[in-house]
């Protein structure tokens, strides 16, 4: 399974910027899809995940400005990202949670993340 992100880049502090992560390989199923990120000498954080019956969560400091959004028939998944503050400077990263065949346990895949950076 594969995770390719796209959409990173530099924008400035106000601007919006969409990412998009498209999943192929072996895949069954798929439940979970989301965003996570991670700024230099801090933690992973979430960002937004949705599941497969519809259901959104949003990190804390990124509601009411990013939206997640998923195709489940193309497997793909992007993230809409408006009024972008330098903080949102991060490396963002794509995930799925993916059952591989029917007797499949569901596994967690990652992207290999994608740069986005808010400056003036």
């Known amino acids: 399974v594969q995770l390719q992100a796209s959409g990173g880049g530099l924008v400035q502090p106000g601007g919006s910027l969409s990412l998009s992560c498209a999943v192929s390989?072996?895949?069954?199923?798929?439940?979970?899809m989301g965003w996570y990120r991670q700024a230099p000498g801090k933690r992973r954080e979430l960002v937004a995940t949705?599941?497969?019956?519809?259901?959104?969560n949003y990190g804390d400091s990124v509601k009411g400005r990013f939206t997640i959004s998923r195709d489940n028939a193309k497997k793909t998944v992007g993230l809409q990202m408006n009024s972008l503050k330098p903080e949102d400077t991060a490396v963002y990263y794509c995930?799925?949670?993916?059952?591989?065949?029917?007797?499949?346990?569901?596994?967690?895949?990652w992207g290999q993340g994608t740069l986005v950076t808010v400056s003036s």
């Open positions: 949705s599941t497969s019956d519809g259901y959104t």
């Open positions: 390989g072996n895949i069954f199923s798929l439940n979970a």
């Open positions: 995930t799925a949670e993916v059952k591989r065949h029917l007797f499949a346990a569901m596994s967690d895949f």
